[in-house]
């Protein structure tokens, strides 16, 4: 059932093995059965894909419920025991949210859960409601603006971006008006896994269009070519706070005011109950929630 699913939505028999960590031959195995079981071939090979037949697209939402159902009855019945499990936890979250946020959680995760495996991905937003649904994802930490219209989610702090150039940084060092911002080398950071790459939309409404002298898909190497040049970067505060804890760097409030950003930790309805990702998600609010920041 659980290929039966994957392969719905992915639509193809190789991404589908790639998600649930099987080899392709064995989902290919999994649906002759299910063609078998039901007397269809419920996917047509195509150029575009595997295409579900009518009497795929008839099971697909039983199918989903039963599964659904099975899933919380099982994890109802579950007994986390965070000092002995070895339960594999998967996270998603940006370049940024692995350098701010990531440390301080696996400190703690680590001291009362030191057998558990815990991997961290990069999923692109608009894959994060489903990931959370299948449970291919446990968790999803960061700024993920509309989001929380599909899932059940938490507020954790309130952000808000600033701009960062190298230690004497000819404008940034005497401070940062609106021209001189337009006018700047920027480096505009592109990331699927979060809303920043919806930062542009939000800074041209405001008449402060920025061309990109360098576009990146993640933060990570921002720094170091900022500290190397006079390019610019606009970026969360808590991340600038991060990358100049050496004091390499100016960091300087946006010359204009922007709505502050909200980040949030995200889960499915479904695992509302379950006894794992509760303590998982107890101990982000417990360690990322900042009380006098908050959404």
Same mark, same amino acid.
């Given at each position: 059932?659980?290929?039966?699913?994957?392969?719905?939505?992915?639509?193809?028999?190789?991404?589908?093995?790639?998600?649930?960590?099987?080899?392709? #031959?064995?989902?290919?195995?999994?649906?002759?059965?299910?063609?078998?079981?039901?007397?269809?071939?419920?996917?047509?090979?195509?150029?575009?894909?595997?295409?579900?037949?009518?009497?795929?697209?008839?099971?697909?939402? &039983?199918?989903?419920?039963?599964?659904? /159902?099975?899933?919380?009855?099982?994890?109802?019945?579950? !007994?986390?025991?965070?000092?002995?499990?070895?339960?594999?936890? $998967?996270?998603?979250?940006?370049?940024?949210?692995?350098?701010?946020?990531?440390?301080?959680?696996?400190?703690?995760? !680590?001291? $009362?859960?030191?057998?558990?495996?815990?991997?961290?991905?990069?999923?692109?937003?608009?894959?994060?409601?489903?990931?959370?649904?299948?449970?291919?994802?446990?968790?999803?930490?960061?700024?993920?603006?509309?989001?929380?219209?599909?899932?059940? !989610?938490?507020?954790?702090?309130?952000?808000?971006?600033?701009?960062?150039?190298?230690?004497? !940084? &000819?404008?940034?060092?005497?401070?940062?008006?609106?021209?001189?911002?337009?006018?700047?080398?920027?480096?505009?950071?592109?990331?699927?896994?979060?809303?920043?790459?919806?930062?542009?939309?939000?800074?041209?409404?405001?008449?402060?269009?920025?061309? &990109?002298?360098?576009?990146?898909?993640?933060?990570?190497?921002?720094?170091?070519?900022?500290?190397?040049?006079?390019?610019?970067?606009?970026?969360?505060?808590?991340?600038?706070?991060?990358?100049?804890?050496?004091?390499?760097?100016?960091?300087?409030?946006?010359?204009?005011?922007?709505?502050?950003?909200?980040?949030?930790? =995200?889960? =499915?309805?479904?695992?509302? /109950?379950?006894?794992?990702?509760?303590?998982?998600?107890?101990?982000?609010?417990?360690?990322?929630?900042? =009380?006098?920041? #908050?959404?």
């Amino acid at each position: 059932m659980r290929v039966f699913l994957t392969v719905m939505h992915e639509r193809s028999v190789t991404r589908a093995a790639q998600r649930l960590n099987l080899t392709q #031959p064995a989902v290919s195995y999994a649906l002759g059965r299910l063609r078998e079981q039901f007397g269809d071939p419920l996917f047509q090979r195509t150029p575009s894909g595997m295409q579900p037949t009518p009497v795929a697209f008839a099971l697909a939402d &039983p199918i989903e419920r039963g599964m659904n /159902s099975f899933a919380e009855a099982v994890s109802l019945r579950q !007994h986390f025991e965070p000092a002995t499990s070895t339960r594999r936890f $998967q996270l998603s979250m940006s370049d940024i949210g692995e350098m701010v946020f990531l440390p301080p959680l696996m400190e703690r995760v !680590h001291a $009362q859960a030191p057998r558990l495996q815990v991997e961290v991905r990069e999923v692109p937003l608009e894959d994060l409601p489903q990931a959370l649904k299948d449970g291919a994802v446990d968790l999803a930490i960061g700024n993920l603006a509309g989001l929380g219209r599909h899932t059940c !989610h938490a507020d954790l702090f309130s952000e808000r971006y600033v701009c960062m150039g190298r230690r004497g !940084h &000819p404008v940034l060092a005497a401070g940062l008006t609106r021209g001189q911002y337009k006018r700047l080398d920027h480096i505009l950071v592109a990331s699927r896994a979060s809303a920043h790459r919806l930062l542009d939309d939000v800074l041209a409404e405001a008449g402060l269009h920025r061309q &990109p002298y360098l576009t990146l898909p993640h933060f990570s190497a921002a720094a170091e070519i900022v500290r190397r040049t006079d390019l610019t970067v606009t970026l969360p505060y808590r991340a600038a706070l991060w990358f100049n804890q050496t004091h390499d760097f100016e960091v300087r409030h946006l010359p204009i005011a922007l709505p502050p950003l909200c980040v949030t930790v =995200h889960w =499915h309805a479904r695992f509302e /109950s379950d006894p794992g990702t509760a303590w998982l998600r107890n101990l982000v609010v417990a360690t990322l929630a900042d =009380h006098d920041e #908050p959404c």
